[in-house]
């Protein structure tokens, strides 16, 4: 079989994409007011237009309170309010591209556990838990920087957390999105399920894979048969001293049990047991950290200045910890591609045109980037194409000022000015001013 390239299309559970390279889900803070379907569109459709195959909205709650892992993120839950995301999707669509919804829920994770004045805003509400916080958390708890009221969920509540997914994704598919996407890493309830590190559970969801299979089937009874895909971790970035954590033979025999569940696609990622820099390598985010416009915002969220400088001494460890490395995740991408039937999915560090063909037929059967896009929305037009060189790159520099700014509600953006001033000099060249012609001159229809 030949190998795949970047511009050849992409069969996922039924849904023909036009090629192979997607916007993977990034917080667009687009909140649920009635302003969000046009903030959610002015996010996406830049790569929809530019070319790409899938585009994939960031993570998304399925209830209406609590689990939100950063301010400003977008709840499926209310049948109105999901109805009107049809604005979104059929702006994407009239580009040619696929969409994808990311469903989501915090639990221990979720800002009522580390956003100091939402706690105070919010003090009814609890963390979903799947158990009893570990106990290198519950230290940061005694500590003051987390602050734990954690629910243990009971069998028949976490059958009631997978309906909601599956309600969910029922709303989102009748608002036209194309595939649902489970997001099962960086520390959301669903990695929880699946990590020794969190689940100690003595009942069925003792096996978390069992969680992602009840959720397969709630998606598959309410949404119909959509494309279904997910994350999966290994913890192998995790600190030495942490002993229960997911392996990469875990994170392999776990995606050959979904294979056999019935997902669609698989995203093999690996990370750490905590919500750190294992998530977004790269530089320490100097610049994001000292900007005035933000100070206050870190205080509010990290429960006063000292706290905020305490938690940027520890984004800085965290940084020289983390250190960037290319496509970090291929390795892991390869193994589990070589187990499973289904297309395997690649993202995370992935910047430059001549290693996305090295890993396409190798490690994975499609690619996808985030921070990239905070720079140049409409990315896949400067990579696709039969003629692209293989020294083609994108403009972020890793630097991660994009994304701490978000702890306080600040918008994913570029915040770097050289790499902001590379990205306008290809815009005035016209780097972006057309997507690139399919490779077949019958374009796939991304509904069929």
Known sequence: MATPRLDDPLDIGGLTLRNRLYRAPVLECAGTGPDAPERLAAELEPAARAGAGLVCQGATIVRETGGCAAPGMTRI????FAASLSAVTERLHDHGAAVAVQLEYGGLRSMETWHAAYRRDHPDLRQL????PPRLLRLLDGLGFLDYDAHVMTTEEVYDLAADFGRSAAMAVDAGYDVVHVAGANMGVVHQFLSPFYNRR???FGDGVRFLEVVADEVRGRAGDVPLMTKVPAETAAPPGVRRRLTEADAVDICRRLDDAGYDALVPVSGSVFWDASIVRGSFPARAWRDDRYRDGYAAAFGGPLRARLVELGNRIEAAWYDFDPAWNADLCRRVRDAVSVPVLCEGGIRERGHIDRLLGDACDAVGMARPFYAEP??????LGRDVAADTRVVCENCNNCAVPQATGAPGVCRTPAVLARAGALRMEG?????PESADSDEPDPES
Request: aromatic share 4%.
């Open 378 to 383: 409409e990315l896949p037009a400067r990579l």
């Open 77 to 80: 839950a209310d049948p109105e």
């Open 431 to 435: 780097a972006y001013d057309t997507a």
């Open 202 to 204: 003595d009942d069925e």
């Open 129 to 132: 838990a799947v158990s009893r």
